[in-house]
């Protein structure tokens, strides 16, 4: 079904029809192909897909945590390396893991070939360091999948129209694999990680967290988005947008873990009789402090005007109070952690030349909840602020939606506050069960 719609939404191309045999579509992750025994026994894995007489599309990261490695070595030869170079960089990090497992898979008489983004057909836009894939080319999958019975995608890259080697950003291979399923019209994408599902917060921070069966697009959207490591977020909106389940599951064993679907309003109600089905921490955002502004019309236009042109956009955004005798007031927003250098760039001589100041503070976390009942739930911000000043911590912005409910909090805090409101809206997994 996604072939059709990917191709003809996003391209003027016809997809070829699929090869005979069925394909399955799987991404593995950094840890899951962390080294040449994990490599190996992903090989074996697929190879038993192969044998059962289907053909394989799989998705690799790259090994281990190499990308961070690979950022941090050019970070040593300049201070803010250009992101064309550092995607040239961080490219280099899943075409090793992609030769890797298609030699381990020939090495057990699998027909294996490797390919990059390009060679696979992404196409992105020209945005380094966060590309968005404008279309993917079917056919030199398809031509693949007639000729060998797995073909190894580099995850998390794509090239643009002029050739410029491009990734999606961070944590974009998920979004390579769903891309892929719904370029060669397969219905489920099995992504391969360290847990075995989609939990009700990260079970590596809270242990008590319980696994959700199936989570509604929506949610999965929202927990993404405000930091729930487990998917990227544009994968979850291509499998919505193509009619793709997400099928996130275990490397280490072969049980089913969570689905990703559409859910129908009662059946995610029954799925979920509690109000939040999840809590999300984000510790990758920065806040940024505005003292001294003039309380004056146009002030923030010029503000946010400033951080867009320096290619930042700012998350959560809070105005201080009115009324200081010298008609000043106080500003205060989020930017990405990794921008935040260019957003004091931005706001330093703008601040100076309006008379104020800009302070950068990288002590913060945001903790969010998401249910999709969250909206129609009286009382639910303020439970969530009672188990956050539980755990002594100070709320700095508050911002909600119909789904969520987020704050930012002193990072040292963060998962302590997690705890308390993971724990305030029953999520924690029932031990009698
Ligand atoms: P991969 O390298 O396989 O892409 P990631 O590290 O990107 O894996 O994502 C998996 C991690 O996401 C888990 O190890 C877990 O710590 C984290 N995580 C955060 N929130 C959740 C959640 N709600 N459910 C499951 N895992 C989560
Ligand atoms: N290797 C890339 C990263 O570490 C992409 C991915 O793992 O999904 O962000
Ligand atoms: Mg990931």
Not at 111 to 125: K, N
Request: with cysteine; net charge negative.
């Amino acid at each position: 079904m996604g072939s059709a719609a990917l191709a003809s939404s996003a391209s003027p191309t016809a997809s070829p029809p699929l090869p005979a045999r069925r394909v399955r579509v799987h991404k593995y992750g950094g840890t899951s192909v962390g080294d040449l025994d994990r490599i190996r026994k992903v090989a074996a894995r697929i190879q038993r897909v192969v044998e059962a007489g289907e053909r394989v599309a799989v998705t690799v990261s790259a090994m281990g945590r190499a990308t961070d490695e690979l950022i941090a070595t050019a970070r040593e030869l300049h201070p803010r390396p250009s992101r064309r170079e550092l995607d040239m960089l961080m490219a280099t990090g899943e075409q090793v893991s992609i030769a890797l497992l298609a030699m381990a898979l020939q090495h057990l008489g699998v027909r294996a070939r490797s390919l990059t983004g390009a060679q696979a057909g992404f196409l992105t836009d020209g945005t380094h360091g966060g590309a968005r894939i404008l279309r993917v080319d079917p056919a030199p999958l398809l031509r693949a999948l007639e000729e060998v019975d797995v073909c190894v995608i580099a995850g998390f890259q794509g090239v643009d129209a002029a050739g410029q080697i491009t990734t999606l950003g961070r944590g974009g291979s998920d979004t390579t694999a769903v891309a892929v399923a719904a370029a060669l019209g397969v219905d489920t994408c099995e992504i391969f990680t360290d847990t075995d599902g989609v939990y009700t917060t990260d079970p590596h921070l809270i242990p008590s967290a319980r696994r959700l069966e199936v989570v509604d697009y929506e949610e999965m959207l929202e927990l993404a988005a405000l930091g729930a490591q487990v998917l990227h977020p544009r994968s979850v909106w291509y499998g919505r947008r193509y009619g793709v389940t997400l099928h996130v599951r275990s490397s280490f064993d072969f049980r089913p873990g969570t689905l990703v679907r559409g859910l129908a309003r009662e059946e995610a109600h029954m799925e979920t009789d509690r109000p939040v089905t999840g809590v999300a921490l984000d510790m990758e955002h920065a806040r940024i402090d505005l003292l001294g502004v003039p309380d004056e019309p146009g002030v923030a236009a010029r503000i946010f005007g400033a951080l867009g042109d320096a290619g930042v956009s700012a998350d959560m955004i809070i105005q201080g109070v009115r009324g200081a005798a010298d008609s000043r007031q106080q500003m205060a927003f989020t930017v990405p952690r990794d921008r935040a250098d260019e957003a004091m760039e931005a706001m330093t001589p703008l601040m100076d030349g309006l008379g104020g100041r800009a302070e950068l503070d990288l002590g913060v976390a945001k903790l969010s909840i998401v249910g999709i009942a969250i909206g129609s739930a009286p009382g639910i911000a303020g439970r969530m602020f009672e188990a956050v000043a539980a755990a002594g911590a100070n709320i700095e912005m508050i911002a909600t939606s119909e789904v969520r409910v987020s704050v930012v909090i002193p990072a040292a805090l963060a998962v302590e506050a997690l705890r308390h409101v993971h724990a305030a809206f029953g999520l924690e997994r029932d031990e009698s069960a």
